[in-house]
């Protein structure tokens, strides 16, 4: 994908490949087990839910706060510990955000009382906060241009992944050994992850091409660093994207946290088989994902709108199929027309990813993905399971699960704005690096 409104052919750079292909693909293992790790220690929490509820008879609003409040640390922290990652160095950045989530999950293990686990949930978001943004700012940059929208929903849909594994593994564990060994279990897992991040993925080889370039600039990168950030919000598509993508990750993250309850209340599951049925389903939503950015990049090889397409496609089709999903009885209708919901309920990811990505600077790579993470968070994944839990405390879980879905009107009318405008953007943003001095193929590519 590059950065044109018209049929044409792409240019020669945009397929080229910044790394060699083997070790890209090593960075992008690594990078996606990273995120596997996150997410298995933010969604480990929802699969013994039943559990903390009643050894510390909490309400659902208590349950949902645990849950949002790591959404709403990572929407809060993301950006200032993105541009920080963007200055520091985005391999250093990882290895202390991801040494610093597992640790704050194995005190979560420790917790005796409701605030001991919502201070360990704090600090697992801190260090989350900066993960999402940079590690798949870190993915794009050594990997053809071409691929973007498919990397894009491949990488995010890791959190769907990784929520998967949380919940049936946790469930299982929590089943067997009980609660705390859930949390440790991932928190072990995610330091082994780290040391073998930090044992193979090194700066110096993720840009060769440019390493030489970078060196007699670093006097001036801060101040280029500053001139870019106005335009992480300098268009209404770019802003349209962030919001629409936020707003839409509401439905995806109020599934993940609640239908582990929801199997358990509504079809008298135990913890360790409602983790695992809700784990399939979660899986489901990470292969919307992934199908999301394919279909993204295939249709719009041609014609770039099309990406706006697809969002506002898989926001209607969850909007439509989740809320009958929740008015069906219990039962095989009611699972089928639930899973292909789910299936679309996070399809605009990629998309939407991808968009951001084409409309900043690449200088500003891991910012832009943190206003992104800001969005997803703020608008999306922390109020989802908050807003959620409150909700059904008054009108009982399958009442708040039937309004969730209506939150995907807002995100297709954003989707929508951002589609109309969306070539004049693109071409406002191209038109000043037309008439600059050449810059370097790696640059072009971007």
């Not at 013994?48 to 309400?59: D, G, H, I, R, T």
């Not at 943004?133 to 990784?162: D, E, H, K, M, N």
Request: hydrophobic content about 55%; aromatic content about 8%.
């Amino acid at each position: 994908m590059e950065f044109h409104t018209t049929a044409q052919p792409l240019a020669p750079t945009a397929s080229a490949w910044p790394v060699p292909k083997a070790y890209a693909w090593t960075v992008f293992a690594l990078s996606f087990g990273l995120l596997l790790s996150d997410y298995m220690s933010r969604q480990v929490l929802n699969a013994v839910f039943p559990l903390l509820k009643a050894e510390w008879l909490l309400s659902d609003a208590a349950l949902g706060s645990l849950s949002g409040i790591v959404a709403l640390t990572v929407g809060v922290l993301a950006f200032p510990m993105s541009f920080m990652a963007d200055r520091w160095g985005r391999v250093r950045s990882l290895l202390l955000a991801a040494t610093l989530w597992s640790v704050a999950t194995l005190g979560c293990a420790l917790s005796a009382n409701y605030g001991e686990m919502f201070l360990g949930r704090l600090f697992v978001g801190i260090g989350e906060a900066a993960y999402g943004s940079v590690g798949i700012a870190v993915v794009l940059s050594i990997f053809p241009v071409t691929l973007r929208a498919t990397l894009s929903g491949a990488f995010i849909a890791g959190g769907a992944f990784g929520s998967v594994l949380g919940v049936a593994v946790g469930g299982a564990v929590a089943q067997a050994a009980g609660w705390r060994w859930a949390f440790a279990v991932m928190g072990i897992f995610g330091l082994v992850l780290a040391a073998l991040y930090g044992l193979v993925v090194k700066e110096s080889r993720l840009a060769p091409r440019e390493q030489s370039a970078a060196e007699g600039d670093d006097d001036r990168a801060p101040e280029k660093l500053r001139a870019h950030l106005p335009r992480l919000f300098s268009s209404v598509s770019v802003i349209s994207a962030y919001v629409g993508s936020g707003l839409q990750l509401f439905v995806a993250a109020t599934l993940l946290a609640w239908l582990p309850s929801f199997f358990d209340r509504y079809y008298d599951m135990a913890p360790a088989k409602a983790g695992g049925a809700a784990g399939g389903f979660a899986m489901i939503i990470g292969l919307g994902m992934i199908l999301g950015g394919l279909v993204s990049d295939r249709i719009s090889a041609t014609a770039p709108s099309r990406k706006w397409a697809v969002a506002v496609g898989c926001s209607l089709g969850s909007l439509l199929l989740l809320s009958l999903a929740f008015q069906l009885p219990t039962g095989p209708a009611q699972l089928l027309t639930l899973g292909v919901g789910c299936l679309l309920s996070a399809g605009s990811a990629g998309p939407a990813a991808a968009m951001v990505a084409n409309l900043t600077p690449a200088a500003v790579a891991a910012t832009a993905f943190a206003t992104l993470t800001l969005a997803n968070s703020l608008l999306g994944l922390a109020p989802g399971p908050a807003v959620t839990g409150a909700l059904a405390d008054r009108v009982g879980l399958l009442g708040a699960l039937r309004v969730a879905p209506l939150v995907a009107v807002a995100a297709t009318v954003a989707f929508l704005i951002g589609r109309r405008y969306y070539a004049r953007d693109l071409a406002a943003l191209t038109a000043p690096a037309e008439s600059a001095e050449p810059k370097q193929p790696s640059e072009m590519a971007t």
